[in-house]
């Protein structure tokens, strides 16, 4: 007599640690090993899809043979193509229900890959696919026409499809058309993370209410530009949107113009707020100390876009009023100031805060024979500092 197949639960246990390891190869052995398998094998293998290396073309690509370098493209159009054409419910299984993320950056990246252009793209916009192909008319400089994928609108028409198959849907990144996360939102209870490329999204009043409506667990912000006007009050009233104390983590990636508005506004995710990686400027840096009621950090970057400023110098007040904020910060495990100029000179009297111990810690753009006080404060720390890097001038030294 057959031994009985395992239960589905176990299954389940045993895929989801084969994705934690990242074996994508072993899952689809798997998935094509037998019924029961199947769909545990598929599951963990599509919720996971953003993390395997066929993604962005895999490895680097130049320097690849041709026929290499166009099969892995073929291999990454395929995971975006099985996943849209699930949502279509032209696929064997709905892998698109598996996903947690949906990486439209990924997508773009594709879409604009000449070797995708020229040789992929008519079997990608094939069949029930092919609503989704758009293009434009283009003129080259001697007058010759041509056409091209519109990127930005084919990839709001696949996520207008797509978000309707996904409830388990967690983070969304790329470039957004500005209306796409109104009509997303309310599709998805489980978002809880967007990386955008630009903010303008976030401009939307209707934006807001949605996101506070419909995901109750969001909790993450990337940006990474914001291509608009009065920014900082506009990224202001997002934030004062949201739930008390539900922001978790927010990076900026450059200057998003985020300036005094915005720096006040993140006192209402005080006690959440845990990661914080900040783009600065002339003109907002010398508010940086109404971050006051964020002390519940446990990491905080700041990185001074032109690194001219000398808070010690120049806004002696604020200089004083950061280092009182990070003194109160008793969780920071990681910090890092980069082109900061008071940057060492803030961080010394909090390194000797008994509260606080730094697991890692980045200072540059500092004279280091002017801050033994900085060098020796680091003793302090030295039962829990695990990463070091000091980059600085050494004339003197």
Not at 163 to 169: E, G, K, S, V
């Amino acid at each position: 007599m057959s031994q009985p197949a395992l239960p589905d639960d176990i299954l389940h246990l045993l895929c989801e640690e084969l994705a934690n390891q990242e074996q994508f190869d072993t899952l689809f052995n798997c998935a094509c090993a037998s019924r029961a398998l199947a769909v545990p094998a598929l599951t963990h293998l599509y919720r996971s899809h953003h993390q395997a290396p066929v993604r962005g073309g895999g490895d680097d690509l130049y320097g690849l043979p041709a026929a290499t370098k166009l099969l892995t493209i073929q291999r990454w159009s395929i995971l975006w193509r099985s996943i849209i054409a699930s949502s279509l419910d032209a696929t064997l299984f709905p892998y698109c229900r598996y996903i947690k993320s949906l990486d439209f950056r990924d997508l773009g990246y594709l879409l604009d890959d000449d070797q995708f252009r020229i040789k992929v793209s008519k079997q990608f916009f094939s069949g029930p696919l092919k609503q989704f192909e758009k293009l434009e008319l283009g003129t080259t400089i001697k007058g010759k026409k041509f056409t091209r994928l519109k990127t930005a609108d084919i990839i709001d028409a696949i996520g207008e499809v797509v978000t309707q198959h996904t409830p388990t849907l967690e983070v969304i990144s790329g470039e957004l058309h500005p209306g796409a996360l109104v009509r997303w939102t309310p599709r998805l209870p489980r978002l809880h993370s967007l990386e955008l490329w630009d903010g303008k999204p976030l401009e939307d009043e209707l934006v807001h209410a949605s996101i506070y409506e419909h995901c109750p667990q969001f909790r993450s912000l990337m940006i990474y530009t914001w291509l608009s006007v009065d920014n900082d009050h506009k990224f202001a009233k997002f934030l004062a949107s949201m739930r008390p104390n539900t922001l978790q983590v927010l990076h900026d990636i450059s200057d998003i113009k985020a300036a005094a508005e915005t720096f006040f506004a993140l006192n209402h995710h005080g006690k959440s707020l845990e990661d914080l990686r900040l783009c600065v400027s002339n003109d907002s840096l010398p508010h940086i100390s109404l971050l006051q009621g964020c002390t519940a950090l446990k990491t905080l970057r700041i990185q001074d876009t032109h690194g001219t400023v000398d808070l010690e110098a120049t806004e002696h007040d604020v200089f004083l009023e950061t280092i009182a904020w990070l003194r109160k910060c008793e969780n920071l495990q990681r910090l890092s100031f980069s082109k900061l100029q008071s940057g060492a000179a803030i961080i010394t009297p909090v390194l000797i805060e008994e509260n606080i111990k730094l697991h890692s810690l980045e200072i540059d753009t500092y004279t280091l024979k002017d801050h033994k006080a900085l060098h020796q404060a680091l003793v302090h720390q030295q039962s829990s500092l695990r990463d070091l890097l000091l980059s600085g001038d050494t004339d003197g030294m």
